[in-house]
């Protein structure tokens, strides 16, 4: 019997470049509230959103996911032929099939790399940023190129009062390169299938087109959300995680400098941080009140902006967490590059 040769690859990865591309369109609480019969204050009150940024028809999926790799890779000072892997996190690529990570590693010029997209909605960037750093590690990929891109706008109701206020669209990119030293922790991650329900797209593609038994509602289908359990889950639940993902890094909450959670919520993430008991001290990501709920989006447009206001500095250890759809969640403790 022949033994395989079995290379590993560098002995720890880390984020080397983050990039991000906002939407031009700023919505404001005001454009939404007369189609599902609700008020500034309201949405306010009870999600912290202000504005949201929804994509013009040219803002597609594609060109979000390459104008942010493009950031993504000056920062992290390598050309895109270095990239060989490139996964992206998105449920609302609405072509079935072939990935648009493809789509996207050819126009960004690479050499053929591996591409492929994941759906495990908002949690999606950090299942990503895992696969990422376990690739570096284990030698499958020397540059992974990770994007989190959401056009939810395409699958939004927005006469649905408990989703339309909520959702945005946008893209973050974050490249993983190898390391001497660790700069991407242990990933707690997991899925609650028993939830499935909870958050999801209201129907299937049969459904719509139907079948001579049966017509089709010929109806996009669009995204549900029961809020108040999926509310209950994040705030209660997800704290335990973050904690248990710091604690696999070996990191104390004394070390923590910043914590960027998925903007799901202004409500959540308040929850999550008392829950966690967070110092004072702990810069807490927010951007959800002038980006909406961008989904696979939100965790690397949040660390993006951090980056670019000076509060997440070189060096500083942050804490992901983001979770969603499955329900599904996935945590790690990374480096600032
Ligand atoms: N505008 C105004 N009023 C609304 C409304 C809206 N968009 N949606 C619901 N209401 C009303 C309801 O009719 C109800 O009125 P009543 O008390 O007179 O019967 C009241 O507000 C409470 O409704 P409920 O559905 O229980 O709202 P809620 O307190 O659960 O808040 C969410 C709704 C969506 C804000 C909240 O559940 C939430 O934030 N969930 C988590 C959502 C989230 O972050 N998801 C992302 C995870 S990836």
Redesign the pocket.
């Given at each position: 019997m022949a033994t395989l040769t079995n290379p590993t690859g560098a002995p720890h990865a880390t984020v080397l470049g983050v990039g991000a591309y906002r939407p031009r369109r700023i919505v404001p609480n005001a454009e939404v509230v007369d189609a599902?019969?609700?008020?500034d204050e309201?949405i306010q009150q009870?999600?912290g959103i202000k504005t949201r940024r929804w994509a013009e028809p040219d803002e597609t999926v594609q060109m979000m996911s390459v104008e942010a790799s493009r950031i993504a890779l000056e920062r992290a000072g390598l050309d895109a032929q270095q990239i060989d892997c490139v996964v992206v996190a998105t449920v609302s690529h609405l072509l079935q099939t072939p990935a648009v990570a493809a789509a996207i590693a050819h126009e960004l010029g690479t050499e053929q790399a591996a591409a492929f997209d994941i759906s495990a909605a908002?949690s999606g960037f950090c299942h990503g940023i895992a696969m990422a750093s376990d690739f570096v590690r284990a030698g499958s990929a020397r540059h992974v190129l990770v994007i989190g891109v959401e056009r939810l706008t395409d699958i939004l109701d927005l006469t649905d009062?408990?989703t339309a206020?909520?959702f945005a669209d946008g893209a973050g990119a974050a490249v993983v390169g190898p390391s001497d030293t660790p700069g991407i922790g242990p990933v707690v991650w997991g899925s609650d299938g028993e939830q499935f329900d909870l958050?999801r797209q209201r129907e299937d593609w049969r459904d719509v087109v139907g079948n001579p038994e049966t017509p089709g509602s010929g109806v996009m289908p669009h995204l549900t959300?029961q809020?108040?359990p999926?509310?209950r889950w994040?705030s209660f639940s997800m704290a335990k995680i973050g904690q248990q993902a710091l604690d696999r890094a070996g990191v104390s909450l004394d070390e923590l400098d910043v914590f960027v959670p998925?903007q799901?919520?202004m409500?959540?993430i308040d929850a999550m941080a008392r829950a966690m008991k967070l110092p004072e001290r702990v810069r807490i990501a927010r951007d959800v009140a002038d980006q909406g709920?961008s989904s696979a989006a939100s965790v690397p447009l949040a660390l993006e902006r951090m980056i670019a206001e000076g509060e997440a500095r070189s060096g500083d250890t942050a804490l992901l967490i983001a979770?969603?759809a499955g329900l599904s969640y996935a945590a790690q403790v990374v480096v600032v590059p």
């Open positions: 599902i019969d609700s008020s309201w009870r999600s908002c009062r408990g206020f909520i958050i959300m809020g108040n999926v509310f994040a998925h799901a919520n409500r959540i709920n979770f969603g």
